[in-house]
T-cell receptor, first 115, second 109 residues
Framework: DTGVSQDPRHKITKRGQNVTFRCDPISEHNRLYWYRQTLGQGPEFLTYFQNEAQLEKSRLLSDRFSAERPKGSFSTLEIQRTEQGDSAMYLC?????????????FGNGTRLTVT | KNEVEQSPQNLTAQEGEFITINCSYSVGISALHWLQQHPGGGIVSLFMLSSGKKKHGRLIATINIQEKHSSLHITASHPRDSAVYICAALGGGADGLTFGKGTHLIIQP
């Protein structure tokens, strides 16, 4: 068990560019969550998957954001036409089952800076 | 939408002190998570509870469902406990957690 890994750790991009982040959850975990965290704030829920199905999306997830988990294993989060307000830490977490009954395991995050 | 409030926002204490961090939420929940975040972003799950009390080492978490309140206690605090502690509530039929802003704890030697 290597834990949840996220790639890249840091991404600097210019406004208007597209970026894609990857999350590899713990292998047997069915649930995968994406969160966003800005400085001094707690994480905010973006979306989650049960296997390959995207079951819930936050209103924070504008149409510039898309997430996939094509084979129920790794997931990608893409932001199109980045804006400076997208600068944040993007966190991925996985769990064996619902957060009602299972603890979350977090990756170290991808820090995005939009210049 | 559940509103999750933590207090205090910042806490500085001396090594050995008993620490209490509070979390209150506005809507009835199914579960509450306590998390620890160290500088650099890594988040570790400490507790998940839906009733009563849980203990792990020097950490104790309690929850009062009727009062919509949870506390995290640290006994015999140590500088390595310095971190941001975040509570997150789950409820309302959604599986997405609602997080508090965190309590920034510094334990001085």
């Amino acid at each position: 068990d290597t834990g949840v890994s996220q790639d890249p750790r840091h991404k600097i991009t210019k406004r208007g560019q597209n970026v894609t982040f990857r999350c590899d959850p713990i292998s047997e975990h069915n649930r995968l969550y994406w969160y966003r965290q800005t400085l001094g704030q707690g994480p905010e829920f973006l979306t989650y998957f049960q296997n390959e199905a995207q079951l819930e999306k936050s209103r924070l997830l504008s149409d510039r954001f898309s997430a996939e988990r094509p084979k129920g294993s790794f997931s990608t989060l893409e932001i199109q036409r980045t804006e400076q307000g997208d600068s944040a830490m993007y966190l991925c977490a996985s769990s064996l089952a619902s957060a009602l009954v299972s603890p979350l395991h977090f990756g170290n995050g991808t820090r995005l800076t939009v210049t | 939408k559940n509103e999750v409030e933590q207090s205090p926002q910042n806490l500085t204490a001396q090594e050995g002190e008993f620490i209490t961090i509070n979390c209150s939420y506005s809507v009835g929940i199914s579960a509450l998570h306590w998390l620890q975040q160290h500088p650099g972003g890594g988040i570790v799950s400490l507790f998940m509870l839906s009733s009563g009390k849980k203990k792990h080492g020097r950490l104790i978490a309690t929850i009062n469902i009727q009062e919509k309140h949870s506390s995290l206690h640290i006994t015999a605090s140590h500088p390595r406990d310095s971190a941001v502690y975040i509570c997150a509530a789950l409820g309302g039929g959604a599986d997405g957690l609602t997080f508090g802003k965190g309590t920034h704890l510094i334990i001085q030697p």
